[in-house]
T-cell receptor, first 116, second 114 residues
């Protein structure tokens, strides 16, 4: 079974530029998450999708971050314009279970963003 | 709101020894799930073990076991017979029974010494 795919693995941009990250979850997983992990910290949720609908985007900085999952499969996370504090690893995760507490999340390898 | 606290920024353990990584949590939910993930330097998050709040027995998965003390709201990870490949960041996380994402602690960096 293929895992969660993310691209690009690494991206370096200057502040005020834009960047987009792509995620393809495990086939059949209805729930998709984007997490931001700043160096030395644990992952922090940015947005949660259930199929193609947004379940939770309360921690997404909507003035600069946007995300979509149009067909309920793959997803794109965009940052425009980027700030220095956006330097982080952006982790995508998926899960087949929506309601239970015992559904583990399956993570991709992450996209490491450096903003100069 | 849920909160996870991992008070050990870094830990050292001798190869083949056991080590305990601490995790305490705070939640008002009666039902919830507790998870531990391992993050090697390569960056991927690897699921290790799960404990449900109503599970009467502590969870075990190979060399990993979870010391769950519900009254103390603690869910410590025990790694037995440490190996060099266990060197990584370890994150404790939780989610309630409703449709919510995992909330993570800040992590503990474990270094296994030969």
């Amino acid at each position: 079974e293929a895992g969660v795919a993310q691209s690009p693995r690494y991206k370096i941009i200057e502040k005020r530029q834009s960047v987009a990250f792509w995620c393809n979850p495990i086939s059949g997983h209805a729930t998709l998450y984007w997490y931001q992990q700043i160096l030395g910290q644990g992952p922090k949720l940015l947005i949660q999708f259930q199929n193609n609908g947004v379940v939770d985007d309360s921690q997404l900085p909507k003035d600069r971050f946007s995300a979509e999952r149009l067909k309920g499969v793959d997803s794109t996370l965009k940052i425009q314009p980027a700030k220095l504090e956006d330097s982080a690893v952006y982790l995508c995760a998926s899960s087949p279970l929506a309601g239970g507490p015992d559904g583990e999340l399956f993570f991709g390898e992450g996209s490491r963003l450096t903003v100069l | 709101a849920q909160k996870i606290t991992q008070t050990q920024p870094g830990m050292f353990v001798q190869e083949k020894e056991a080590v305990t990584l601490d995790c305490t949590y705070d939640t008002s939910d009666q039902s919830y799930g507790l998870f531990w993930y391992k993050q090697p330097s390569s960056g991927e998050m690897i699921f290790l073990i799960y404990q449900g709040s109503y599970d009467e027995q502590n969870a075990t998965e190979g060399r990993y076991s979870l010391n769950f003390q519900k009254a103390r709201k603690s869910a410590n990870l025990v790694i037995s017979a440490s190996q060099l490949g266990d060197s990584a960041m370890y994150f404790c996380a939780m989610r309630p029974r409703r449709n919510t994402p995992l909330v993570f602690g800040k992590g503990t960096r474990l270094s296994v010494i030969a």
